[in-house]
Protein backbone atom coordinates (compact mmCIF):
# COMPACT_ATOMS: atom_id res chain seq x y z
CA UNK A 1 0.00 0.00 0.00
CA UNK A 2 2.72 2.28 1.28
CA UNK A 3 4.44 2.09 -2.20
CA UNK A 4 2.08 2.07 -4.69
CA UNK A 5 -1.09 3.71 -2.95
CA UNK A 6 -3.32 0.65 -3.81
CA UNK A 7 -4.12 -2.38 -1.58
CA UNK A 8 -3.59 -6.03 -3.46
CA UNK A 9 -6.37 -7.67 -4.35
CA UNK A 10 -7.54 -11.13 -5.88
CA UNK A 11 -8.29 -8.97 -9.00
CA UNK A 12 -4.47 -8.84 -9.87
CA UNK A 13 -4.17 -12.41 -9.15
CA UNK A 14 -6.79 -13.81 -11.62
CA UNK A 15 -6.01 -11.53 -14.16
CA UNK A 16 -2.06 -12.91 -13.98
CA UNK A 17 -3.54 -16.16 -14.28
CA UNK A 18 -6.05 -15.37 -16.85
CA UNK A 19 -2.88 -14.36 -19.03
CA UNK A 20 -1.04 -17.30 -18.18
CA UNK A 21 -3.54 -19.50 -19.05
CA UNK A 22 -4.26 -17.74 -22.43
CA UNK A 23 -0.53 -18.28 -23.23
CA UNK A 24 -0.52 -21.73 -22.86
CA UNK A 25 -3.82 -22.02 -25.03
CA UNK A 26 -3.85 -19.41 -27.87
CA UNK A 27 -7.03 -20.56 -29.29
CA UNK A 28 -9.03 -19.03 -26.00
CA UNK A 29 -7.35 -15.73 -26.98
CA UNK A 30 -9.16 -15.54 -30.34
CA UNK A 31 -12.21 -14.85 -32.43
CA UNK A 32 -14.12 -16.38 -34.91
CA UNK A 33 -14.40 -14.29 -38.25
CA UNK A 34 -16.86 -15.88 -40.26
CA UNK A 35 -15.14 -19.53 -40.79
CA UNK A 36 -11.78 -18.96 -39.25
CA UNK A 37 -10.08 -18.45 -35.94
CA UNK A 38 -7.95 -15.10 -35.47
CA UNK A 39 -5.56 -15.57 -33.14
CA UNK A 40 -4.56 -12.32 -30.84
CA UNK A 41 -1.07 -12.11 -29.48
CA UNK A 42 -1.49 -9.43 -27.22
CA UNK A 43 -3.92 -9.52 -23.86
CA UNK A 44 -6.45 -6.92 -23.46
CA UNK A 45 -8.67 -8.00 -20.37
CA UNK A 46 -11.81 -7.08 -20.17
CA UNK A 47 -12.74 -6.99 -15.73
CA UNK A 48 -16.21 -6.15 -15.31
CA UNK A 49 -17.04 -3.45 -12.81
CA UNK A 50 -20.28 -2.20 -11.09
CA UNK A 51 -21.69 1.08 -12.82
CA UNK A 52 -25.16 2.66 -11.36
CA UNK A 53 -26.55 1.46 -14.75
CA UNK A 54 -25.19 -1.59 -13.97
CA UNK A 55 -22.08 -3.93 -14.93
CA UNK A 56 -19.56 -2.41 -17.22
CA UNK A 57 -16.15 -4.17 -18.67
CA UNK A 58 -13.72 -1.70 -19.61
CA UNK A 59 -10.40 -3.33 -20.81
CA UNK A 60 -6.76 -3.68 -19.56
CA UNK A 61 -4.55 -2.89 -22.57
CA UNK A 62 -1.56 -5.22 -22.49
CA UNK A 63 -2.21 -6.57 -19.41
CA UNK A 64 0.59 -9.06 -19.70
CA UNK A 65 3.11 -6.21 -19.43
CA UNK A 66 1.45 -4.82 -16.22
CA UNK A 67 2.33 -5.41 -12.48
CA UNK A 68 -0.06 -6.34 -9.76
CA UNK A 69 0.17 -3.22 -8.55
CA UNK A 70 -0.79 -1.65 -11.92
CA UNK A 71 -3.54 -3.94 -12.79
CA UNK A 72 -5.36 -2.71 -9.14
CA UNK A 73 -4.55 0.90 -10.03
CA UNK A 74 -6.30 0.97 -13.05
CA UNK A 75 -9.09 -1.33 -11.75
CA UNK A 76 -9.63 1.33 -9.31
CA UNK A 77 -9.80 3.71 -11.64
CA UNK A 78 -12.12 1.84 -14.12
CA UNK A 79 -14.43 1.77 -11.17
CA UNK A 80 -14.52 5.37 -10.15
CA UNK A 81 -15.05 6.43 -13.70
CA UNK A 82 -17.75 3.86 -14.12
CA UNK A 83 -19.47 5.61 -10.89
CA UNK A 84 -19.27 8.79 -12.04
CA UNK A 85 -20.05 7.86 -16.02
CA UNK A 86 -16.89 9.22 -17.61
CA UNK A 87 -15.71 5.89 -19.29
CA UNK A 88 -15.30 6.32 -22.91
CA UNK A 89 -16.25 4.23 -25.28
CA UNK A 90 -12.23 3.19 -26.32
CA UNK A 91 -12.60 2.09 -22.50
CA UNK A 92 -15.00 -0.57 -23.22
CA UNK A 93 -14.08 -1.69 -27.15
CA UNK A 94 -11.37 -4.48 -27.75
CA UNK A 95 -11.44 -6.72 -24.97
CA UNK A 96 -9.64 -10.25 -25.61
CA UNK A 97 -11.00 -12.24 -22.97
CA UNK A 98 -13.21 -10.97 -20.29
CA UNK A 99 -13.24 -11.70 -16.44
CA UNK A 100 -16.69 -10.69 -14.41
CA UNK A 101 -16.97 -11.18 -10.88
CA UNK A 102 -20.44 -11.74 -9.70
CA UNK A 103 -19.28 -12.39 -5.82
CA UNK A 104 -19.58 -8.46 -5.16
CA UNK A 105 -22.65 -8.80 -5.41
CA UNK A 106 -22.86 -11.95 -3.48
CA UNK A 107 -23.57 -14.14 -6.50
CA UNK A 108 -22.63 -17.29 -5.65
CA UNK A 109 -23.57 -19.22 -8.71
CA UNK A 110 -24.22 -17.52 -12.34
CA UNK A 111 -24.44 -17.70 -15.98
CA UNK A 112 -21.80 -15.23 -17.27
CA UNK A 113 -22.74 -13.94 -20.93
CA UNK A 114 -19.93 -14.27 -23.37
CA UNK A 115 -19.54 -10.81 -25.11
CA UNK A 116 -18.84 -11.60 -29.03
CA UNK A 117 -16.16 -11.91 -31.02
CA UNK A 118 -14.43 -13.43 -27.62
CA UNK A 119 -14.61 -17.19 -27.09
CA UNK A 120 -13.84 -17.16 -23.33
CA UNK A 121 -14.95 -15.33 -19.89
CA UNK A 122 -13.98 -16.20 -16.41
CA UNK A 123 -17.27 -15.89 -13.96
CA UNK A 124 -15.91 -15.52 -10.37
CA UNK A 125 -17.98 -16.06 -7.49
CA UNK A 126 -18.61 -14.83 -3.77
CA UNK A 127 -15.97 -16.49 -1.39
CA UNK A 128 -18.02 -18.42 1.34
CA UNK A 129 -17.02 -21.07 3.86
CA UNK A 130 -18.13 -24.77 2.96
CA UNK A 131 -17.82 -27.74 4.30
CA UNK A 132 -14.76 -30.18 2.66
CA UNK A 133 -13.59 -33.77 3.48
CA UNK A 134 -9.84 -33.45 3.95
CA UNK A 135 -7.79 -36.71 5.33
CA UNK A 136 -11.28 -37.77 6.48
CA UNK A 137 -12.27 -35.45 8.30
CA UNK A 138 -15.17 -32.58 7.32
CA UNK A 139 -13.44 -28.98 7.22
CA UNK A 140 -14.37 -25.59 6.50
CA UNK A 141 -12.47 -23.75 3.98
CA UNK A 142 -13.51 -20.37 2.32
CA UNK A 143 -14.57 -21.46 -1.68
CA UNK A 144 -15.32 -20.41 -4.72
CA UNK A 145 -17.47 -21.06 -7.63
Not at 16 to 24: E, F, H, N, R, S
Amino acid sequence: TKKYGVNLGLTSFFVKAVVGALKAFPAINAEIQGDDIVYKHYYDIGVAVGAAEGLVVPVLRDADRMSFAEIEQQVRYFAKAAEDGTLSLADLKGGTFTITNGGVFGSLLSTPILNPPQVGILGLHAIKDRPVAIGGQVVIRPMMY
